[in-house]
T-cell receptor
Framework: DGGITQSPKYLFRKEGQNVTLSCEQN?????MYWYRQDPGQGLRLIYY???????QKGDIAEGYSVSREKKESFPLTVTSAQKNPTAFYLC????????????FGSGTRLTVV | DAKTTQPNSMESNEEEPVHLPCNHS???????IHWYRQLPSQGPEYVIH???SNVNNRMASLAIAEDRKSSTLILHRATLRDAAVYYC????????FGTGTRLTIIP
């Protein structure tokens, strides 16, 4: 079955360490997105990519980095520069420019210890 | 501003219809209107989307105002499983979420 997979489901990180969250899709979607969600809040856009080898900053990109070397994959690195990284991270994919529904992964919960 | 405006919360009785409103007064002519819903600790689930005409699917109906500055998601017969946070989104390059409406279903 086609879908979007985020791994791991839970991740613990020590302060000062970088950590990479995986997002893989087999839906042949061009566009991929990363969001952050804090408790009781909505989703905030971190980075998005409309095509391979190209990506754009979202509303809260500071302290994060991404790459889009393959259409299927859009990994997110949470760097030590991110002041408050503990959150629920969601990845999504879809056709470009919102002309069809988007598919979301089940999320990665990152906790800094 | 790319965000939409929705009421923070709504309540509805089980088996009654629910109308969830959304304002998107600055929407451009090419932006689709999307609705998603999210249960706690899960990723959002696609509900419906449309551009100009009203849309129906097995989950819901979407009524879009003629000037496209607002829309309404209609759940025809709410069940307890419809309790979630509902997000109305402008589907363009950026796909920006607002704060959503928390829908509570009363048994």
């Amino acid at each position: 079955d086609g879908g979007i997979t985020q791994s791991p489901k839970y991740l613990f990180r020590k302060e000062g360490q970088n950590v990479t969250l995986s997002c893989e899709q087999n839906l042949n979607h061009d566009a991929m997105y990363w969001y952050r969600q804090d408790p009781g809040q909505g989703l905030r856009l971190i980075y998005y990519s409309q095509i391979v080898n190209d990506f754009q900053k979202g509303d809260i990109a500071e302290g994060y980095s991404v790459s889009r070397e393959k259409k299927e994959s859009f990994p997110l690195t949470v760097t030590s520069a991110q002041k408050n990284p503990t959150a629920f991270y969601l990845c999504a994919s879809g056709r470009s420019y919102g002309q069809a529904g988007y598919t979301f992964g089940s999320g990665t919960r990152l906790t800094v210890v | 501003d790319a965000k939409t405006t929705q009421p923070n919360s709504m309540e509805s009785n089980e088996e009654e219809p629910v109308h969830l409103p959304c304002n998107h007064s600055t929407i451009s002519g090419t932006d689709y209107i999307h609705w998603y819903r999210q249960l706690p600790s899960q990723g959002p689930e696609y509900v419906i989307h449309g551009l100009t005409s009203n849309v129906n699917n097995r989950m819901a109906s979407l009524a879009i105002a003629e000037d496209r500055k607002s829309s309404t998601l209609i759940l025809h017969r709410a069940t307890l499983r419809d309790a979630a946070v509902y997000y109305c989104i402008r589907g363009n390059e950026k796909l920006t979420f607002g704060t959503g409406t928390r829908l509570t279903i009363i048994p």
